[in-house]
């Protein structure tokens, strides 16, 4: 059983990194039993104190983020509080956000075997539980590879196999279907559903519930670090979407019931080269040889926003870094405007933002990052792009202070900001809420009337409908 009793927390410092919500995830006097076995979904607008509770529920608050912390957490009778972090271990698994986070290995057969190797279980067992878990997810592909080659989808599987391994009694998941797949969101919701028959206790904090909503036994609903509403399972089964809306949340409908949009079928498209970015014979080859992307030809249309989509692990991400002239070894030409451009010539008409954005974040404040993103510096304009995306009020922060989705929305200024006509955006929406996604969509919307050609890698079925003119699935033009 979980317990957490009238608990309030306060991060030491709101700047701080260790604050990973929107605001600064405080929780106040804040009360939630869990009984063994039960499964809860824990969801709310960014920074409403999901992910707090679960640092509190694992041991991670005290014991690395440090706050004012009051009031009790008990998990199964250990006071996780005072507890040393390796004993709560033998009892609670967590997800994080970020996979990444939590790999302490650089191939992924030793990272399934870890944490069973650290509790030092004999080497047989710990075999035995890999190959089981393995074959029960089918990860067999993903066996013996490098952790720093997967895309994100894959890491996050490496990150729940690891969970089932330990099988320990309680699993914490935060944000588990950030980057995947509408087929690894299916393959996880299945092992979600396995882990609650075998008794598990499960705490998932989530923006995107539709794949949750028939499994969780009752939903948490947070807002401003207090339960806004608790709903029961006859209570989740009455709601209405519009309802939901109002809190600041997601469908709970896993069918929006999207129209795909081939570019190879469309007239508009073939009988206009004008209107089309053209993609001529790109290539892209790992160091191993293995061959990423092979598109002979491929036309996005121009002045509309694209959604481009497929499974995890199939070239997306490679596709946009190479597109804009990141991919040193790819090949290729784009057509654009009436003129071809390659690699190095690309860089300087295209602007990227990263699925992973810790990756393009430079300077020493928010507004300096919006700056340097500029043709020429403007400070009026740059505080005006930070306000449409709710970040005015941290101009003066450090980029890396930021939460997850701050940072999302940063990269995204810095976009705007770019003043470039053709701006790629991988997974933009990853771990926001409802009102933030919206948010995002209209600022695509707002760049498309501007002129700007807009390419959209995402899993976001809710983004796609709130946005997108068109969806490209990448499997239908990739001949590997």
Not at 155 to 168: D, E, F, G, L, R
Not at 263 to 291: P, T
Not at 372 to 390: G, H, P, V, Y
Request: charged share 25%.
């Amino acid at each position: 059983m979980i317990e957490l009793k009238n608990v309030d927390f306060k991060y030491l410092s709101s700047d701080s990194a260790a604050c990973a919500e929107e605001s600064d995830g405080s929780l106040k006097n804040l009360s939630l039993s869990v009984a063994d076995g039960e499964f809860i979904l824990l969801t709310g607008a960014s920074g409403c104190g999901k992910t707090t509770i679960l640092r509190l529920v694992n041991g991670l608050i005290p014991n690395f983020y440090e706050g004012r912390l009051s009031g009790s957490v008990n998990v199964n009778g250990l006071d996780v509080s005072h507890a040393e972090l390796y004993d709560t271990a033998k009892i609670v698994s967590t997800v994080f956000q970020n996979p990444r986070s939590q790999f302490f290995n650089v191939d992924t057969t030793s990272e399934l075997a870890f944490a069973c190797e650290n509790r030092g279980m004999p080497e047989n067992e710990i075999l035995g539980r890999v190959k089981s878990v393995v074959k029960e997810l089918k990860m067999e592909a993903l066996l013996n590879r490098s952790l720093f080659q997967l895309s994100g989808g894959q890491k996050q599987k490496i990150a729940c196999a690891s969970v089932a391994v330990t099988q320990n009694s309680v699993i914490l998941l935060d944000e588990p279907s950030a980057n995947l797949d509408t087929k690894t969101i299916v393959e996880l919701r299945s092992l979600l559903a396995k882990w609650k028959s075998e008794g598990k206790t499960i705490l998932v904090a989530e923006h995107r519930i539709s794949y949750l909503w028939d499994l969780a036994d009752r939903t948490v609903i947070l807002k401003d670090g207090e339960i806004l509403q608790e709903l029961s399972r006859a209570q989740m089964d009455a709601v209405k979407e519009e309802d939901l809306h109002e809190m600041g949340l997601r469908s709970h409908k896993a069918d929006f019931g999207v129209q795909g949009f081939n570019a190879q079928e469309s007239h508009f498209l073939g009988d206009e080269e004008k209107s089309a970015l053209v993609i001529k014979n790109f290539r892209y080859k790992y160091k191993n040889g293995f061959l990423a992307l092979n598109i002979p030809l491929m036309k996005i249309p121009e002045n509309k926003i694209t959604a481009l989509t497929g499974s995890n692990g199939e070239g997306k991400t490679t596709f946009l870094n190479c597109l804009c002239g990141l991919g040193r070894r790819s090949k290729g030409i784009l057509e654009f405007n009436g003129k071809s451009y390659r690699r190095r010539q690309r860089q300087k008409q295209i602007f990227l933002v990263m699925q992973d954005v810790n990756h393009q974040l430079f300077t020493e404040s928010v507004l300096d990052e919006v700056l340097i993103s500029q043709k020429e510096e403007n400070e009026e304009e740059a505080l005006r792009i930070l306000r449409t995306l709710d970040l005015g009020d941290f101009a003066d922060r450090h980029p890396m202070s930021l939460s997850g989705g701050q940072k999302q929305r940063l990269a995204v200024a810095c976009a705007v900001a770019s003043g470039r006509n053709i701006l790629l955006f991988d997974e933009p929406t990853s771990g926001l809420d409802y009102s933030h996604m919206l948010q995002i969509a209209s600022i695509l919307r707002e760049l498309k009337e501007l002129g700007k050609t807009i390419i959209v890698v995402t899993h976001d079925r809710e983004l796609i409908k709130a946005a997108c003119d068109y969806e490209l699935a990448l499997a239908d033009f990739n001949q590997k």
